[in-house]
């Protein structure tokens, strides 16, 4: 089988930020896959499954109540290295034009406090495996070492090998 092309991007080069994974397109509709990657692939530790997961219900609750986006959501997710997050929005994107919308989504994140939505048993799969400070440390850290004053580098993936 061929190799899909996320699989073809260097991970050995790869730093946080935010990254256009690919735009697909069916029957006149767009797709944009963004690549929001919160630490460097095998050279710094991956987001415990915990953080994520919290991390997970955070972004999902935020993206879908968010007045200009929330038509466009089309998933927020975890990858499964656990390094990063895909989002999918509606339509034709570029990195910077969801700067302060990703921003946001994780000053939200940081700064939340209280039950973390949708994490109750009769809501979620596995509703405990979740780790709201955990969660916080992250969204800080993206937030400060990544978000705020990206630049062009942090915005395209590296050359692919
Ligand atoms: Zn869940």
């Given at each position: 089988?061929?190799?899909?092309?996320?699989?073809?991007?260097?991970?050995?080069?790869?730093?946080?930020?935010?990254?256009?994974?690919?735009?697909?397109?069916?029957?006149?509709?767009?797709?944009?896959?963004?690549?929001?990657?919160?630490?460097?692939?095998?050279?710094?530790?991956?987001?415990?499954?915990?953080?994520m997961h919290a991390l997970?219900?955070?972004?999902?609750?935020?993206?879908?109540?968010?007045?200009?986006?929330?038509?466009?959501?089309?998933?927020?997710?975890?990858?499964?290295?656990?390094?990063?997050?895909?989002?999918?929005?509606?339509?034709?994107?570029?990195?910077?034009?969801?700067?302060?919308?990703?921003?946001?989504?994780?000053?939200?994140?940081e700064s939340f406090e209280?039950?973390?939505?949708?994490?109750?048993?009769?809501?979620?799969?596995?509703?405990?495996?979740?780790?709201?400070?955990?969660?916080?440390?992250?969204?800080?850290?993206?937030?400060?070492?990544?978000?705020?004053?990206?630049?062009?580098?942090?915005?395209?993936?590296?050359?692919?090998?």
């Open positions: 089988m061929e190799k899909i092309a996320s699989f073809q991007i260097d991970h050995l080069h790869l730093e946080p930020g935010v990254y256009v994974s690919r735009v697909d397109s069916w029957n006149g509709v767009d797709v944009t896959t963004f690549d929001l990657r919160l630490t460097a692939p095998n050279q710094e530790p991956p987001m415990d499954s915990a953080a997970e219900h955070l972004g999902a609750t935020f993206l879908r109540n968010d007045p200009s986006w929330k038509d466009r959501v089309v998933y927020f997710g975890p990858m499964g290295c656990r390094t990063g997050f895909y989002l999918l929005l509606f339509g034709s994107f570029e990195s910077k034009d969801v700067i302060g919308l990703v921003t946001s989504l994780f000053e939200f994140a209280g039950d973390i939505p949708g994490a109750r048993p009769e809501e979620c799969g596995n509703w405990h495996d979740s780790d709201l400070m955990q969660a916080r440390w992250w969204a800080r850290r993206y937030l400060a070492g990544t978000l705020r004053g990206i630049d062009e580098r942090h915005l395209s993936y590296p050359h692919a090998f």
